[in-house]
Structures are given as structure tokens and as C-alpha cells.
Nanobody, 117 residues
Framework: VQLQASGGGSVQAGGSLKLSCAAS???????????MAWYRQAPGKQRELLAELTSGGSTNYQDSVKGRFTISKNNAKKTVYLQMNSLEPEDTAVYYC?????????WGQGTLVTVSS
């Protein structure tokens, strides 16, 4: 399984970005039944969980992004998204997608988001 993340870039505070994470090498039924998540890691900090989407469709968000970020997926495209609005300089980090199947975790390569004030 490979996860290809894209959509990162530089934006001013208050702006928006939409990250995508396309999965390949995974069968459709496994993708549908997997837990999806987005993490980020800022310089000098540990990787932190931002948002998760369960196979049942439930979502959970870290308090700092609640109301600003939205996780979603397109099963037909086997792609996970993270819509990020009202971005703040504190959101600057490398963002990673994660797919958790019944047997293991898979990680994307990371995409850099830089928010300037």
C-alpha cells in the first residue's frame, strides 16, 4: 500500500488549503473498512493526531482544529482529504495521512504546510 499526499503549500493566515491523500495498492473493500487520519509534526515537536474518520463514518478532531478542519474521503477514488480553513501560523507543520487497516498502519510521505502572519 502506498499513500501519496499532496496539496500542501504556503498560505497567509486566514487562508485555506485542501490536502489529499491517494491510496494505491489497496483493495476497495479494505480502504472502505479502514480508519483514516491526518497527523502533523511541527519543527521540534512530536507528531500529533489532528483528525480521524472511522470506517463507520464518525469523525474526531483535536481541539485546536475543531471547527476549522474537516476530514473526508472518496471511496471510489480511494482518497482521503483534509480541508483546512482559517489557517493560523501555529498550523505550520508537515502533514501526514494515515490509513489503519485491520493488520497495520500505512503512512504518506508528508506534505509541508506553511502559514505566514
Amino acid at each position: 500500500v502506498q499513500l501519496q499526499a499532496s496539496g500542501g503549500g504556503s498560505v497567509q493566515a486566514g487562508g485555506s488549503l485542501k490536502l489529499s491523500c491517494a491510496a494505491s495498492g489497496i483493495i476497495w473493500s479494505t480502504f472502505v473498512s479502514s480508519r483514516m487520519a491526518w497527523y502533523r509534526q511541527a519543527p521540534g515537536k512530536q507528531r500529533e493526531l489532528l483528525a480521524e474518520l472511522t470506517s463507520g463514518g464518525s469523525t474526531n478532531y483535536q481541539d485546536s482544529v475543531k471547527g476549522r478542519f474537516t476530514i473526508s474521503k472518496n471511496n471510489a477514488k480511494k482518497t482521503v482529504y483534509l480541508q483546512m480553513n482559517s489557517l493560523e501560523p501555529e498550523d505550520t507543520a508537515v502533514y501526514y495521512c494515515n490509513v489503519n487497516t485491520a493488520s497495520r498502519d500505512y503512512w504518506g510521505q508528508g506534505t509541508l504546510v506553511t502559514v505566514s502572519s
